[in-house]
């Protein structure tokens, strides 16, 4: 089956700075890649994801990059803010998979003032 | 409904008993998952609903837990003989049907097994 890992597992970062989490996936046939934001005590909460055939998307301060070849893919947050901090998500879809999302392991951001 | 609604919010338990936990999914939506999140660690995935499929069980851990999914909409998870290292988050989510469509999560049950 697919098998995501993710890196980070922490990352502290100042206010302002960039930051960015990595994840490698194991199923070249994975096309589908989200990735979930998760505040203390709260559900997970997609912030955006990638499909297969594109190979950067952006949505303001986040953007995310993924590399078929390598079979990595990447969230970069530009500017961050304080309410950035979080746990977050990489998540792979593969077909052969059943349908289910493999999470990795997640990565806990603080953004210090 | 608007979001994926699950009850209980928080469940304690005596070990050795039965629990059941319950998910609404969003109305329409034909995917229904379970996964589970044990203090500070990832998403553990339990069991996938599809339609009138028949479930995909991978990923339960042991005979003691089941889910069924009823009418295609409410799905409860059963744990019976509840033991300690079951404690944790059990999170819903559901999905439309169609390609990169995202998980939508409810906001889980914490169950504490003592």
């Known amino acids: 089956g697919e098998n995501v890992e993710q890196h980070p597992s922490t990352l502290s970062v100042q206010e302002g700075d960039s930051a960015v989490i990595k994840c490698t996936y194991s199923?070249?046939?994975?096309?589908?890649f989200p990735w979930y934001k998760q505040e203390l005590g709260k559900r997970p909460q997609l912030i955006i994801d990638?499909?297969?055939?594109?190979g950067e998307k952006k949505d303001q301060r986040i953007a995310v990059t993924l590399n078929k070849t390598a079979k990595h893919f990447s969230l970069h947050i530009t500017e961050t803010q304080p309410e950035d901090s979080a746990v977050y998500f990489c998540?792979?879809?593969?077909?052969?998979?059943?349908?289910?999302?493999?999470f990795g392991t997640g990565t806990q951001l603080k953004v210090e003032l | 409904g608007a979001g994926v609604s699950q009850s209980p919010s928080n469940k304690v338990t005596e070990k050795g008993k039965d629990v059941e936990l319950r998910c609404d999914p969003i109305s329409g939506h034909t995917a229904l998952y379970w996964y589970r999140q044990s203090l500070g660690q990832g998403l553990e995935f339990l069991i996938y609903f599809q339609g009138n499929s028949a479930p995909d069980k991978s990923g339960l851990p042991s005979d003691r837990f089941s889910a069924e999914r009823t009418g295609g909409s409410v799905s409860t998870l059963t744990i019976q003989r509840t033991q300690q290292e079951d404690s944790a988050v059990y999170l819903c989510a559901s999905r439309p049907t169609g390609f990169g469509l995202g998980y939508t999560f409810g906001s889980g049950t914490r169950l504490t097994v003592v």
């Open positions: 199923d070249s046939a994975s096309n589908y």
């Open positions: 990638i499909r297969s055939n594109v």
């Open positions: 998540a792979a879809l593969s077909p052969g998979g059943g349908n289910k999302l493999t």
